[in-house]
């Protein structure tokens, strides 16, 4: 998969999570993603749920999200 292929919405998602973990070594949380991008907790869960599915972050349920090699 392309950035191309990306919405702008998922590009954002992905550029977000990478600014929160390459600048701090706190675990990259939901809440933290919400607050990045000024969107309510439960849309950054969504968002995230879907990128996952498509291989771009790895998440664990209640735990850190992270970039997966493709979506860094």
């Given at each position: 998969?392309?950035?191309?292929?990306?919405?702008?919405?998922a590009?954002?998602?992905?550029?977000?999570i990478w600014?929160l973990?390459?600048w701090?070594?706190?675990?990259v949380?939901?809440?933290?993603?919400?607050?990045?991008?000024?969107?309510?907790?439960s849309s950054a869960?969504?968002a995230?749920?879907?990128?996952?599915?498509?291989?771009?972050?790895?998440?664990?349920?209640?735990g850190?999200v992270?970039?997966?090699?493709?979506?860094r």
């Amino acid at each position: 998969m392309s950035v191309d292929e990306l919405s702008a919405s998922a590009q954002n998602y992905l550029k977000a999570i990478w600014g929160l973990s390459e600048w701090s070594d706190e675990p990259v949380t939901l809440k933290l993603i919400a607050q990045r991008t000024g969107v309510a907790l439960s849309s950054a869960s969504d968002a995230v749920r879907k990128l996952t599915e498509q291989g771009l972050l790895s998440h664990a349920r209640y735990g850190s999200v992270e970039l997966t090699e493709v979506g860094r």
